[in-house]
Nanobody
């Protein structure tokens, strides 16, 4: 079955950068649209970005647009989230997931989830 494993989280100062990775096994990445989700402390999990299985179209929520970049390497079966100019409100657990209905701004529905990776932005 499809499995996803996130990595790359850590502690970073405000204004710093991190690159998260989402490695997929059990299936070819090119069959899946992938989303990244953030669960901030005490809050519900929110979608922040996605990339489609075809054409590599992408979507970002306004609060990360211009700072985060999602990309995929089908040869490595891995999706990346480059996070720049990090802010304290970016703190949380970051999850990647296959998307049940594709990458569309109207709503991202996670299907198969990874275990998450912690990102802490603090001085």
């Amino acid at each position: 079955q499809v499995q996803l494993v996130e990595s790359g989280g850590g502690l970073v100062q405000p204004g710093g950068s991190l690159r998260l990775s989402c490695a997929i096994s059990g299936s070819s990445l090119d069959k899946h649209s992938i989303g990244w989700f953030q669960q901030a402390p005490g809050k519900l999990r929110d979608a922040i970005s996605c990339i489609s299985s075809k054409e590599d179209s992408t979507f970002y929520v306004p609060r990360v647009k211009g700072r985060f970049t999602i990309s995929r390497d089908n040869a490595k079966n891995t999706v990346y989230l480059q996070m720049n100019t990090l802010k304290s409100q970016d703190t949380g657990i970051y999850y990647c997931a296959t998307l049940a209905y594709g990458c569309y701004p109207t709503g991202l529905v996670g299907d198969v989830w990874g275990q998450g990776t912690q990102v802490t932005v603090s001085s």
